[in-house]
């Protein structure tokens, strides 16, 4: 198996798996919203905002493609391949897990508020900490397309 290969597997796997963590992260928000709305109709701007922020994890797995596509040349060697199946198994992953707890998060978040707490602020923080993992792996993608 040739590096070009493994990488456009990494690469597919990167692109795959942060989509997807982002697609129901923001279902599972956009839900929580629309039982939300039942309750407090005038609070859809923060809602929106919290449904929408797993959607950032497919952001960082089309950016990680952004920055490895320079690479991604015939002559890869079998080592850059491989390391570019590793950042993509490690960012599509992260951003898979990462999205799909945010959204949990998010979803918790929109609940309070529906029950007439002041939850945006707090849920906006707390909604940043699985993100932050995500953050982490797009880094390290950084990080391995700089060796490359």
Known sequence: MTGIILAFIGIGIMLVL?????AIGTSI???????ALKKKE????????????????????????????PNLTADLTLFQGAA????????????LFSAIYQGKVCANAIAAIASGQDAFGKGMILAVFPELYAIVAFAATFLISGIL
């Open 18 to 22: 942060s989509g997807t963590g982002s």
């Open 42 to 69: 005038d609070a859809f701007g923060s809602f929106m905002v919290l449904s929408a922020l797993p959607g950032t994890q497919g952001l960082y797995g089309f950016g990680g493609f952004f920055l490895i596509m």
């Open 29 to 35: 928000g956009g839900s929580a919203t629309l039982g």
């Open 84 to 95: 570019i199946l590793g950042a993509g198994l490690v960012l599509g992953t992260t951003g």
